[in-house]
């Protein structure tokens, strides 16, 4: 039976609306959609009665929307019917690294994190058994909203019919040649599909030069980490960069791409799932639109100064450049200064004079004695974390818990996504469960969430795991950042729950997230 004609207007799942055709190639076509549901837009894959790899798509397209780092596409549903496939996901907007790259190479450090944000999010995937094996420069975006995003895994491997013998270490290379291409403006070795950037220049032996050869300024240990990554030819005997992981790590003390304030952002460009030119070994017979120019974007602050930060106006004091002062003012603070001294000399002769005269029978002076100051809460190690649901059976993500308590703001545990705060009604509640390894005296918590705002959590203290023996201990309303729950009364106990009983909003959709838990005790004067 052949399949029904997808066109303008026509609506899938009785809530996403096709609006725009975007690309095609051999019957995958690409729209841009709206959920009605939500009033947002979406990317929605359809494929014709000729297209060989639907199932393979939408399998890819189910996987994928397991994965929960924020930092890769979002998948919302995918369907394989006898009538109509369809493949729905999250909508991007914002600059491919091949936009950041028109007007030349990044600040180094700034790549770095971009390269960095994306190699803990490819690592994530490979962890779900997942890799994405075409990274492009389209695929890697910052988003309008100041954030990194993955575009394709799983799904562009399938739409390409890409596979590895070796999916990790094809996608640590990838990484590698991204963030060469951000260090240096080009891109390293052969491409099966338009890059938009110029090849990487070799040497006479025709190896491809390494970042520093072509770039000046590149910090040492950014082009060793991009030789390890993606340029075997050149290790010369260092230890090659075989996964995501690895790639994450070597990265991991580089400081992460900061949110650029919303008012400087310009108009973004759309971008869907595929994400600028198409790159899966074909070339887009309907490039994705884009916006004419940039006048400005996101990054331009970071990489049109070279030099630094703008210095200050002529009329306006630095910190080596001070306004003159009047004489009147010299002389006053002058003559104050002679007033005092004098003042002092008599004070200190009438003092001893006295003493003198008083002899040994005078009082002494008793010391004073300064009241001790309270002592700080100290810190308590956590033993161990885990996810609590006690109303679930498959667990709240208990592979990410240890992130909560790596002291690494870098890394975080999330709770599942949820349709609503409330978690669609199912339950009254999920959290983090700390086990601190004995029973200790909790004064206060401090708990790192996500930004977003609508979050209403609880701390709990007790002596056993069970949700009904843990006590309340404290509360906070619209939970988000950096948050301190301090203890009103006395509590102590082996465990200590974190425990959401609302969650914030999460590109469209609802979960809670931490990123860093610390447990204090009361301070012993």
Known sequence: MSAPAVEPGTKLAERFRVEDRVAEQDGAILWKAIDEVLARPVAVYTFSDSYARTSEVVTAARAASRLSDPR????????????????VSEWVTGE????????????????????????????????????????????????????VKVLGVGIDAALGDLTSDDPAGEDAAGLGRLLYA???????????????????????????????????????YLDGITVRAALPAALRGQEPLISPAD????????????????????????LGPVGGDQDIRFEMSQPM???????????????????????????????????????GMVNRAVMTVVVLVVMAVVGIGAWTLGRNIAGPTATKA?????????????????????????EGSDGENPEYTRNAIDGKSSTEWHTDTYNTADFGRLKDGVGLMLDMGKSIKVSEVAVTFAKASGAKAEIRVGDSPDLDALKTVAKQSNASGKTTFKSTEA???????????????????????????VVYSPGSA
Do not use: N
């Open 72 to 87: 890769l596409t979002q998948v919302f549903d995918a369907a394989e019917e006898e009538q109509l496939s369809y493949v």
């Open 96 to 147: 491919t690294l091949a936009d950041m790259l028109a007007a030349g190479p990044l600040e180094p450090e700034r790549a770095a994190a971009l390269v960095a944000e994306a190699a803990e999010a490819l690592a994530h995937a490979h962890e779900a058994g997942l890799a994405h094996l075409c990274l492009r420069p389209s695929k890697l975006i910052w988003t309008s909203g100041s954030t």
């Open 182 to 220: 951000g260090l240096t403006g080009h891109w390293p070795g052969a491409s099966d599909g338009p890059i938009g950037l110029p090849p990487a220049p070799t040497t006479p032996d025709g190896q491809i030069c390494t970042p520093r050869q072509v770039t000046a300024g590149i910090p040492g």
């Open 247 to 270: 790639v994450a790590d070597a990265l991991g003390s580089v400081p992460r791409p900061a949110p650029v304030p919303i008012a400087t952002l310009p108009p973004s460009v759309p």
């Open 289 to 327: 639109p884009r916006t004419a120019a940039h006048p400005s974007r996101p990054m331009d602050s970071v990489r049109r100064h070279p030099h630094g930060p703008p210095t200050m106006p002529p009329t306006m004091p630095g910190p080596h450049h001070r306004p003159p002062q009047r004489p």
């Open 366 to 390: 008793q010391p004073t004695v300064s009241a001790t100051p309270s002592a700080e809460p100290t810190p308590v190690k956590v033993s161990s974390a885990k996810d609590f649901d006690p």
């Open 491 to 517: 509590a102590s106990g082996q465990y200590v729950l974190i425990w959401f009983t609302r969650l914030p909003a999460d590109q469209g959709r609802f979960r809670g997230t931490i990123y860093d838990v």
